[in-house]
């Protein structure tokens, strides 16, 4: 083999605590849930909820996880599903600080580079649905926060082009 013998030697990771133990497990359970049985995946998704406190990333994961569910394509027709979507939207937008800071303690450090947050879909999402709704102010209201914490919406003009639309709308009422 000769004298340059590299071996890669896996790092042991550290046993995890058992409440994120118990988040893995409630949102595997959710995963294998999700397209087969409705009530037993918002049971696992609302178990893994609980075992989130305690960790930012976890909460995050979850907030991710539970407005792809609760926010997907059948929310149209179904009121209570789109009334937890909003709660869940509106939870997501008060812990964006927490969530932006905890990224950028985590994975920042000391970059020279600038920081960019981490993606909230929340903000998109609420904004979205307000908007659907005629909720034009509180929709603004949405974006406004999202500008603040610098969150990109992918579009040319990003929320202040949407915040400029949706007061076009709010003027045309």
């Not at 999700?34 to 178990?47: F, S």
């Not at 599903?81 to 964006?96: G, T, V």
Request: with cysteine; charged share 30%; glycine share 4%.
């Amino acid at each position: 083999m000769g004298w340059l013998k590299f071996t890669y030697i896996p790092k042991e990771e550290a046993p995890l605590p058992p409440e994120r133990r118990k988040f893995k497990l409630a949102m595997k359970k959710f995963s294998e849930a999700r397209y087969k049985d409705d009530v037993e995946a918002q049971a696992a998704l609302e178990a893994a909820y609980e075992f989130s406190h305690n960790y930012i990333f976890d909460r995050y994961q979850w907030f991710n996880t539970a407005i792809s569910y609760y926010c997907g394509q059948r929310i149209p027709e179904d009121a209570v599903r789109k009334e937890r979507c909003i709660e869940i939207c509106r939870e997501c937008i008060d812990a964006a600080p927490q969530i932006i800071e905890a990224y950028k303690k985590e994975y920042h450090k000391e970059s020279l580079l600038d920081f960019i947050p981490p993606e909230i879909p929340a903000f998109q999402r609420l904004a979205s649905l307000y908007e659907e709704s005629g909720n034009y102010e509180q929709a603004i209201d949405v974006c406004r926060k999202a500008a603040a914490h610098q969150q990109r919406d992918g579009t040319p003009g990003g929320f202040q082009g949407r915040i400029e639309r949706l007061q076009k709308k709010l003027t045309l009422e």
